[in-house]
């Protein structure tokens, strides 16, 4: 058995692409966890998709607004525990 020839680097590119591409629409669905934000604009950088790039940030808007809604509702921390 010969060993397989080697994916040219063209295509191998393209599928790393569209690869990033599929993961990232699986994390766009998932529930956010701690380092999700972090997962989803790195795999932004690696698309060419601009839909893509767009719910990414829509993302991160979305979750800034939210600690902000939550910090404003709630008010800042107490500076010292009674």
């Not at 529930?31 to 060419?48: I, Y």
């Not at 839909?51 to 979305?62: G, I, S, T």
């Amino acid at each position: 058995m010969t060993a397989p020839d080697a994916i040219p680097f063209p295509v191998a590119a393209t599928l790393l692409q569209e690869a990033a591409a599929w993961r990232l629409v699986s994390l766009l669905f998932e529930r956010p966890g701690p380092e999700w934000l972090e997962q989803v604009l790195k795999l932004a950088d690696e698309v060419s998709d601009p839909v893509l790039k767009a719910a990414a940030e829509a993302a991160r808007q979305y979750l800034a607004a939210a600690a902000e809604a939550l910090r404003v509702r709630v008010g800042p921390a107490p500076a010292e525990a009674a």
